[in-house]
């Protein structure tokens, strides 16, 4: 049980387009989703919190006109990187959390290059 | 300012020997604590955490971990490595008391096993 999805696994785009990952919680439903970003040996940065519902709440720093995230269902939220460039390269992960547990389940991530 | 220090890089181990994985954090208060497992192409998986009460937890895969308040660490540890247990390994700190679940990660260790 308590497994996550992520939609693509790996994704090459052109700078200056957008791209759209997809966070799936298969067998729960999760009402807050986390999304992170890692860096080649580095930790994982949390860029955001969302609640099913509400809108996401971004850390410091993080620009939320970039990084659009809607959890419009219990087991649904999706991450789009708007007009993508370079240093947006990452591995993005997301992670869902049911009311009733502390306990963070997570995706496989997603690799995004932006050439 | 608040952090998770994870002090190895890079460990290795020969299969069958002991293995601890040091963590160390900075806050007030005594926070929720977990260690993660990450292996190439699977997400982070929950190998135990720690709340409250017996300060020596067990977990999957024949971890355990011990809190300690006066040093503020939280060391992971296991008898005997399998090769299997080549992996990253992050711990990480929700300071917030489980109010909000806002994890916190060290920057990860890796482990290798040599046959």
């Known amino acids: 049980g308590a497994v996550v999805s992520q939609h693509p696994s790996r994704v090459i785009c052109k700078s200056g387009t957008s791209v759209k990952i997809e966070c799936r919680s298969l067998?729960?439903?999760?009402?807050?989703m986390f999304w992170y970003r890692q860096f080649p040996k580095k930790s994982l940065m949390l860029m955001a919190t969302?609640?099913?519902?509400?809108?996401?709440?971004?850390e410091q720093g993080v620009e939320k006109d970039k990084f659009l995230i809607n959890h419009a269902s219990l087991t649904l939220s999706t991450l789009t990187v708007t007009s993508a460039h370079p240093e947006d390269s990452s591995f993005y992960i997301c992670?869902?959390?049911?009311?009733?547990?502390?306990?963070?389940?997570f995706g496989p991530g997603t690799r995004l290059t932006v050439l | 300012a608040q952090s998770v220090t994870q002090p190895d890089i890079h460990i290795t181990v020969s299969e069958g020997a002991s293995l601890e994985l040091r963590c160390n954090y900075s806050?007030?208060?005594?926070?929720?604590l977990f260690w993660y497992v990450q292996s190439p192409g699977q997400g982070l998986q929950l190998l135990l955490k720690?709340?409250?009460?017996?300060?020596l937890v067990q977990g999957i895969k024949g971890f355990e971990a011990e809190f300690k308040r006066s040093q503020s660490s939280f060391n992971l540890r296991k008898p005997s490595v399998h090769w299997s247990d080549a992996a990253e390994y992050f711990c990480?700190?929700?300071?917030?008391?489980?109010?909000?679940?806002?994890?916190?990660f060290g920057k990860g260790t890796l482990l290798t096993v040599n046959p």
């Open positions: 992670s869902a959390k049911t009311g009733g547990t502390d306990t963070q389940y």
């Open positions: 720690y709340f409250s009460g017996d300060t």
């Open positions: 806050y007030g208060a005594t926070p929720y």
């Open positions: 990480a700190v929700d300071n917030s008391g489980g109010s909000n679940y806002k994890l916190t």
């Open positions: 067998d729960f439903q999760a009402t807050t």
């Open positions: 969302s609640n099913e519902g509400s809108k996401a709440t971004y």
